[in-house]
């Protein structure tokens, strides 16, 4: 049975305890917050293994208290799904931007809560287990073993689903992948997201990685399809 603990950071209480009812019952432990800041100061000496955050909150919304978990090193690298109303594209879009690794729109089933916490957490622990060695394209170097991302010797800090995507297409040099499949290899089978979601990642990811983001020269757009590494260096993953 799963022990890990999930902050449930949500004003509105009859979804607070819905979400800590079937949680709970499904294994997880579950700590809830009406508000940002309690969440973050509770954060400092009780850190979960995940949060799932409403943006409308009566403090400090959802989108600060993202930004404010994954500037911090010692949470960048903590799940995050946001809840929010449905057609606030702009909230989901910057709340992805902000380093969130999944969002879910109200009203949601929670069969499809649920399966999102499960496909993270999934994720989560099979990038762990995978992570070996060592992959180098030009200037670029993943180290699996230490997760960490350098460009000229200088460490890149990524959130979870962006280091994912980048060690993904980086393995596969070349081949053009689709946004389907990256939606399938990186957020997991049973994602429900849209393909947006990859777009977005990916512009986020090329703003960290790239010389120049409107003009990239590592990841390359496949209009109408998908995207694909270039290929410019050795690769030493065995996968």
Known sequence: MSKE????VEDEQHIQQLIKYNLETTGYKVSVFSDGESALSHYEFDRPDM????IMLPDIDG???????RSNPKAKNIPIIILTAKGE????VLGLELGADDYITKPFSVRELMARVKALFR????????DETIIKCGDIVIDCNRHEVTKNGVKID???KEYELLKLLALNPGIVMSRELLLEKVWGFDYFGET???DVHIRYLRQKIEDDDSNPTYIETVRGIGYKFADKGDRECPF
Not at 5 to 8: E, K, P, Q, S
Not at 89 to 92: N, V, Y
Not at 123 to 130: E, F, P
Request: hydrophobic residues 45%.
């Open 89 to 92: 594209e702009f909230d989901r």
């Open 196 to 198: 947006r979601t990859v």
């Open 123 to 130: 994720r989560c622990h099979t990038s762990i287990n995978a």
């Open 158 to 160: 990524l959130p979870l």
């Open 51 to 54: 949060f799932i955050l409403d």
């Open 5 to 8: 603990l999930i902050y449930v």
């Open 63 to 69: 989108l600060d208290v993202c930004r404010k978990l």
